[in-house]
């Protein structure tokens, strides 16, 4: 699989949380957030033996979906962190990905695999917004998969730890 789409977005999200935009929820409708809102920021794929074409999901087309949030801490930041995004079992649904493996991989190439039958008591939440702003590739965004670290120790182990893939931008429900 070619990664052509990663490098383009590396290039046109670089701006997003740097200072340079306001936040989302002060977006015009011309305005460079509004912009960024469109574009591409995860690609759905569907498994091998479907004829079904990828899908290119926009920071809107996720802020369109049921948005939830939770305060934590995490072992990457400083303090607590306050984070918005959608449910990942809300975004299986959307997808119709039904049971199988879902893999995950980010930017980096870094990839985890979950069952699809684990997601819906996961708790994880495919967050967009950190502290109510759009995150950068170089903070971890745009797509960053967290847990409720601090509500339960179960959320503090190595396996959770290691789902929590950051500069998510791709999905893939593979069979």
Do not use: C
């Not at 409708?29 to 074409?53: H, I, K, W």
């Amino acid at each position: 699989m070619k990664r052509i789409f990663s490098t383009v977005l590396v290039l046109g999200l670089a701006g997003i949380g740097t200072g340079q935009f306001a936040r989302a929820e002060t977006a015009t409708e011309n305005s460079p957030v509004t912009a960024q809102l469109q574009q591409t920021v995860l690609e759905a794929q569907f498994g091998e033996d479907t004829d079904q074409a990828p899908v290119q999901l926009s920071l809107a087309d996720l802020q369109n979906l049921p948005r939830s949030g939770f305060r934590t801490t995490t072992i990457w930041t400083e303090g607590e962190q306050h984070f918005e995004g959608v449910w990942l079992k809300d975004l299986i649904d959307h997808l119709g990905f039904e049971d199988g493996i879902v893999e995950l991989s980010a930017l980096n190439e870094y990839m985890i695999e979950i069952d699809t039958a684990e997601i819906a008591d996961s708790e994880a939440l495919v967050a967009y917004m950190r502290n109510g702003e759009l995150m950068s590739v170089r903070d971890k965004g745009p797509l960053w998969l967290v847990f409720p670290y601090d509500s339960d120790p179960k959320f503090r182990t190595e396996t959770t730890y290691a789902h929590s893939i950051w500069q998510l931008d791709r999905i893939v429900h593979l069979k």
